[in-house]
């Protein structure tokens, strides 16, 4: 069977309520390049909807109640948020996890070097990139140097119009004879994916003296040594703002929508959702691009340990408890799915394919080669979303990531569904996934909005 087209059933308020869900997404987007910045602008908008730290609420013995708001902060990289429904956390939550982490190139931590009179910083990709993507671009540099004091310099260049831009050099047509004969994975090199940053020398130095004008530079402006790059975590992204794509600007254009564009519009529903039956829980997690790995991570008891210190504050702290309130959950793992792209239609099973604008996508299973490492959501866990999803009126879709066997991906579902709760992957398709310039649906969006927000106050 097929989806339809959602456009076609708007109302006008329908469009104007996604142009205002589009506008906010696009200043997330750029004010949240990095997990980092990510978390710092959730609070911000948290805050404004009335959410505390449960970490005061902890240290001043608190309490809390239905309708309460409460986040959990990581590391500066993830953060969970609640808000407290009407039945008793045991009964289950209602969650939506995404990822705030995007491919990059992130900065090494001996990173400063010059060769034919000009600096470079040495970078190391992070996720899912093909390198050749990442040359002869804007790019900027975001993230921060933690100084020995204990001091953080927060660093953006290049995102202003003021800014000077960041690029890695590609050679010249002229001399690509051989280049151009590589296959697409050894155009550019990994490890010379270096980003050029200066080019004048310091007067009067014999020696190395374009690093060490770089490293003036460096120590004037932001009062940061070429040893602090040690404890630093920079990541080079494509510089600019996110725009409206297409003549009839019913797209958005932007580096990082892997996966912004599900927290953001899973931040919006939960927000927007402040009533709820069962505990609602937004969860936006770091490293998914790189396995889900370290402390900031899926895979850490980050999440768990949010969940007991909640109980633990609402008198109810018992392992038991704490199994029994994750057990009985439903997640959605919100992240994105591969649009249909007609320039390449060849990897896609039509019939199992997110079309841009038939609204959010569902995903039973995602992985490679048979289905493997992927969270097999329940059929009957679908049956009981199509119910919801109908009722609030959303255009949804079913999916997979490409033909069998062309390729595959991974998300958080698998490991989230390590708890025994019921999750199936569900987000917004995108084209281009994992290059500087992803473009998705505004249409697509906001009905994973409205999924989401029905998802939430579902009961
Ligand atoms: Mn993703
Ligand atoms: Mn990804």
Same mark, same amino acid.
């Given at each position: 069977?097929?989806?339809?087209?959602?456009?076609?059933?708007?109302?006008?308020?329908?469009?104007?309520?996604?142009?205002n869900l589009?506008?906010?997404?696009?200043?997330?987007?750029?004010?949240?390049?990095?997990?980092?910045e990510c978390?710092?602008?959730?609070?911000?908008? !948290?805050?404004?909807?009335?959410?505390?730290?449960?970490?005061?609420?902890i240290?001043?013995?608190?309490?809390?109640?239905?309708?309460?708001?409460?986040y959990?902060?990581?590391m500066d990289?993830?953060?969970?948020?609640f808000?407290?429904?009407q039945?008793?956390?045991?009964?289950?939550?209602?969650?939506?996890?995404?990822?705030?982490?995007?491919p990059?190139?992130?900065?090494?931590?001996?990173?400063? =070097?010059?060769?034919?009179?000009?600096? =470079?910083?040495?970078?190391?990709y992070?996720?899912?990139?093909?390198?050749y993507?990442?040359?002869?671009?804007?790019?900027?540099m975001?993230?921060?140097?933690a100084k020995k004091?204990?001091?953080?310099?927060?660093?953006?260049?290049?995102?202003?119009?003021?800014d000077?831009?960041?690029?890695?050099?590609?050679?010249l047509?002229?001399?690509a004879?051989?280049?151009?004969?590589?296959?697409?994975?050894?155009?550019?090199?990994?490890?010379?994916?270096?980003?050029?940053?200066?080019?004048?020398?310091?007067?009067?130095?014999?020696?190395?003296?374009?690093?060490?004008?770089?490293?003036?530079?460096?120590?004037?402006? =932001?009062?940061?040594?070429?040893?602090?790059?040690?404890?630093?975590?920079?990541?080079?992204?494509?510089?600019?703002?996110?725009?409206?794509?297409?003549?009839?600007?019913?797209?958005?254009?932007s580096?990082?929508?892997?996966?912004?564009?599900?927290?953001?519009?899973?931040? !919006?529903?939960?927000?927007?959702?402040?009533?709820?039956?069962?505990?609602?829980?937004?969860?936006?997690?770091?490293?998914?691009?790189?396995?889900s790995?370290?402390?900031?991570?899926?895979?850490?008891r980050?999440?768990?340990?949010?969940? #007991?210190?909640?109980?633990?504050?609402?008198?109810?702290y018992?392992?038991?408890?704490?199994?029994?309130?994750?057990?009985?959950?439903?997640?959605?793992s919100?992240?994105?799915? #591969?649009?249909?792209?007609?320039? =390449?239609? @060849?990897?896609?099973?039509?019939?199992?394919?997110?079309?841009?604008?038939?609204?959010?996508?569902?995903?039973?299973?995602?992985?490679?080669?048979? *289905?493997?490492?992927?969270?097999?959501?329940? !059929?009957?866990?679908?049956?009981?979303?199509?119910?919801?999803?109908?009722?609030? @009126?959303?255009?949804?879709?079913?999916?997979?990531?490409?033909?069998?066997?062309?390729g595959?991906?991974?998300?958080? #579902?698998?490991?989230?569904?390590?708890?025994?709760?019921?999750?199936?992957?569900?987000?917004?398709?995108?084209?281009?996934?994992?290059?500087?310039?992803?473009?998705?649906?505004?249409?697509?969006?906001?009905?994973?909005?409205k999924?989401?927000?029905?998802?939430? *106050? #579902?009961?």
């Amino acid at each position: 069977m097929e989806r339809e087209n959602v456009w076609k059933l708007y109302s006008e308020e329908d469009l104007k309520a996604l142009t205002n869900l589009s506008e906010g997404y696009k200043d997330f987007l750029n004010h949240g390049k990095t997990e980092r910045e990510c978390v710092k602008k959730t609070v911000e908008l !948290a805050k404004k909807h009335g959410f505390i730290d449960l970490k005061d609420v902890i240290e001043q013995q608190l309490t809390l109640k239905a309708g309460d708001k409460v986040y959990y902060i990581g590391m500066d990289k993830t953060i969970v948020l609640f808000t407290l429904g009407q039945k008793p956390l045991t009964e289950g939550m209602h969650i939506i996890g995404s990822h705030i982490d995007s491919p990059r190139i992130d900065v090494k931590q001996n990173p400063l =070097y010059e060769a034919g009179d000009m600096t =470079y910083l040495d970078g190391h990709y992070y996720g899912g990139i093909k390198t050749y993507q990442y040359v002869t671009i804007p790019l900027a540099m975001h993230g921060v140097v933690a100084k020995k004091d204990g001091s953080i310099v927060n660093i953006v260049i290049g995102e202003d119009e003021d800014d000077p831009i960041l690029v890695i050099t590609d050679i010249l047509i002229h001399l690509a004879a051989k280049q151009m004969e590589k296959t697409g994975s050894e155009i550019v090199d990994a490890e010379d994916l270096d980003v050029l940053v200066g080019s004048q020398p310091l007067k009067g130095e014999e020696k190395e003296a374009f690093k060490k004008n770089l490293l003036a530079v460096l120590k004037e402006k =932001y009062q940061i040594e070429e040893e602090d790059f040690f404890s630093a975590e920079l990541e080079i992204v494509p510089a600019g703002k996110a725009r409206d794509c297409g003549i009839d600007r019913s797209m958005v254009a932007s580096y990082g929508q892997d996966d912004r564009v599900c927290a953001y519009s899973s931040l !919006a529903a939960f927000l927007d959702a402040p009533e709820v039956a069962y505990t609602s829980c937004l969860l936006l997690v770091d490293k998914e691009e790189i396995g889900s790995v370290g402390a900031t991570g899926m895979q850490s008891r980050f999440f768990e340990n949010a969940v #007991a210190e909640l109980l633990n504050v609402l008198g109810e702290y018992s392992e038991l408890n704490i199994r029994r309130t994750l057990s009985r959950s439903k997640v959605l793992s919100s992240d994105v799915a #591969a649009g249909f792209d007609p320039l =390449y239609a @060849n990897v896609f099973d039509t019939k199992n394919s997110a079309y841009i604008g038939r609204g959010v996508v569902f995903s039973k299973f995602t992985g490679a080669r048979g *289905k493997r490492s992927s969270n097999d959501a329940n !059929a009957e866990y679908l049956a009981w979303l199509r119910q919801v999803m109908d009722e609030a @009126n959303v255009g949804y879709q079913s999916a997979e990531i490409g033909k069998v066997n062309v390729g595959g991906g991974g998300t958080i #579902a698998f490991i989230i569904a390590l708890y025994g709760m019921e999750v199936v992957d569900c987000g917004v398709p995108i084209l281009s996934m994992h290059s500087p310039l992803e473009v998705a649906s505004k249409a697509d969006i906001y009905e994973a909005y409205k999924g989401y927000k029905a998802f939430f *106050k #579902a009961k």
